[in-house]
């Protein structure tokens, strides 16, 4: 419900910013060796994936979501929830030569773990590098502050080599040697049931096509994909064309 309010609130805000700006989508994906969040593993030391959209416009103003896998090891909740699904919504503007400013509200939801789910009001500064954040939690939640340093390796510094490539491809396939083991058994990542987990993983593997490692899809891997590949949205997306506004 929080979820849905939150959209709600949101959303006519961005409509009327995007009348006067253009608005952009992007996305993100992640397989980690660990979920670690303010300094604890929201895996229980295992591995996780992850995924987000957002959604932003040029004035600034920005709504998304962001999912992952979890599992605390916490009899109050591991046996109730294999998710995080997080919504928020804010406003992010430069505000002088490197200076820049945060604010939004983020609600944190764990499907079938109600009592874990919270909220945050947050802001944050970039100055000349150094990250300062504040989140105040709601409803008796705890409050987070963090300071940071960013440092900028400078254009190029990540440009990738043949031998970067190959690299990733041996890291990649390894990786699935994990999520053949997780499918064993399921039919879907989490909760028995299409998530966002699925969406994000699935598009790694749809984008492994390109590097031609697809000949080390196993059983389960290969029929788990051919079922998401079979969904009326997938073929719906992959064979959407962008056609830029002139």
Request: glycine fraction near 8%; hydrophobic fraction near 40%; include cysteine.
């Amino acid at each position: 419900m929080k979820n849905l309010q939150t959209f709600v609130i949101a959303l006519p805000l961005l409509i009327v910013s995007s009348l006067a700006s253009a608005v952009s989508v992007s996305g993100n994906i992640a397989l980690t060796s660990d979920y670690i969040w303010r300094g604890w593993t929201q895996s229980a030391g295992g591995p996780a994936v992850s995924g987000g959209f957002d959604l932003s416009t040029d004035s600034g103003f920005y709504i998304g979501t962001w999912g992952s896998s979890v599992q605390f090891g916490d009899a109050a909740t591991s046996d109730t929830t294999e998710m995080e699904l997080d919504v928020y919504l804010g406003y992010s503007t430069d505000i002088a030569d490197n200076i820049s400013l945060d604010v939004g509200y983020i609600t944190y939801t764990y499907p079938g773990a109600t009592d874990a789910n919270f909220d945050e009001a947050y802001i944050g500064f970039d100055i000349y590098g150094f990250g300062i954040s504040y989140a105040s939690g709601m409803d008796d939640a705890a409050d987070y502050a963090q300071v940071s340093y960013a440092v900028d390796a400078g254009p190029g510094s990540f440009s990738v080599s043949d031998a970067a490539a190959e690299g990733y491809k041996r890291w990649f396939v390894s990786r699935l040697k994990l999520l053949e083991s997780t499918l064993e058994d399921r039919e879907y990542l989490c909760s028995n049931r299409f998530t966002i987990a699925d969406i994000c993983v699935s598009y790694a593997i749809y984008l492994a096509g390109t590097l031609g490692i697809e000949q080390a899809f196993k059983p389960n891997i290969k029929r788990w994909t051919d079922m998401l590949f079979e969904r009326e949205a997938f073929k719906k997306a992959s064979t959407y064309k962008f056609e830029p506004k002139t």
